[in-house]
């Protein structure tokens, strides 16, 4: 776990203060309450870079959201979850095709996101009209997702914090879903600007969290041994599949979707 602290802005609202003070007990790290105004951009910027020792990622409620802000680069924007994408994808975009919702409709198929992250996938599945559960182990970007659950419980279903492969695993019969989806995060690149911000941000957040090959590859099996209909594994173009060779896989630019079909 990198050097964390938790903050929020002043004054700050008791539910917020109380959610803020639970995670740094949970995390071992400080919760602070950042000068009045730090939600401005110049001087949440001013504020990061006064903070001594400076932390590698701080869990920041702005006042109307909890994000994370990279100490790193003050000048960065904040990240939060359940954003969506700039460019929405229909049903048709490659992920649309891996779930298999190119050719029926989405309505009634039950999603089983394994690996919650920023939630961006599990909006765009929700907006289509899967059923979609959310699994997120991190207790810091599962007060992300919970956090934009609330602003928007239409589009971000409620998350559940935990170990993944441990809930798949008790499902009952009747529980379990159609697909389920892994996207475990991809390892570093070795050009730093390569990088998205915001993937960037949630890698220094994770460190090493994630890389854990073996723990992954249970994952996937578990998931195997449950869905009714696929698994679907998000993998970078050129990476090695994560499990056993695939049914079939569906390509994009940035991106590869393993299909796996049970």
């Known amino acids: 776990m990198p050097e964390l602290l938790v903050a929020s802005t002043t004054p700050v609202d008791p539910r917020i203060r109380a959610e803020g003070q639970q995670l740094a007990v949970t995390l071992g790290v400080a919760f602070v309450e950042a000068p009045l105004g730090a939600a401005d951009p110049a001087a949440r910027k001013a504020w990061l870079a006064a903070i001594t020792p400076r932390p590698a990622v701080v869990v920041f409620h702005d006042g109307e959201a909890w994000t994370l802000l990279d100490a790193g680069k003050p000048e960065s924007e904040p990240v939060r979850a359940g954003v969506a994408r700039t460019n929405p994808v229909g049903r048709s975009s490659p992920l649309g095709r891996a779930l298999g919702v190119h050719k029926r409709v989405a309505d009634g198929l039950t999603v089983l996101d394994a690996t919650g992250g920023l939630g961006r996938d599990a909006l765009t599945m929700s907006r289509w009209g899967c059923h979609v559960t959310l699994i997120e182990r991190s207790a810091v970007m599962a007060l992300l997702?919970?956090?934009?659950?609330?602003?928007?419980?239409?589009?971000?279903?409620?998350?559940?914090?935990?170990?993944?492969?441990?809930?798949?695993?008790?499902?009952?019969?009747?529980?379990?879903?159609?697909?389920?989806?892994?996207?475990?995060?991809?390892?570093?690149?070795?050009?730093?600007?390569?990088?998205?911000?915001?993937?960037?941000?949630?890698?220094?957040?994770?460190?090493?969290?994630?890389?854990?090959?073996?723990?992954?590859?249970?994952?996937?099996?578990?998931?195997?041994?449950?869905?009714?209909?696929?698994?679907?594994?998000?993998?970078?173009?050129?990476?090695?599949?994560?499990?056993?060779?695939?049914?079939?896989?569906?390509?994009?630019?940035?991106?590869?979707?393993?299909?796996?079909?049970?």
């Open 145 to 262: 997702l919970a956090d934009a659950h609330r602003r928007d419980p239409s589009s971000i279903p409620a998350v559940i914090h935990a170990e993944a492969t441990a809930v798949i695993a008790a499902l009952p019969d009747g529980a379990r879903p159609d697909v389920i989806y892994l996207d475990p995060m991809h390892p570093p690149r070795r050009k730093a600007a390569e990088v998205k911000h915001d993937l960037a941000v949630l890698g220094k957040l994770l460190g090493d969290q994630r890389h854990d090959v073996s723990a992954e590859q249970r994952l996937w099996e578990v998931a195997c041994e449950c869905a009714r209909h696929r698994v679907v594994v998000k993998r970078p173009p050129h990476a090695p599949p994560l499990g056993a060779a695939p049914a079939h896989s569906v390509n994009s630019t940035r991106v590869r979707f393993d299909v796996y079909l049970t």
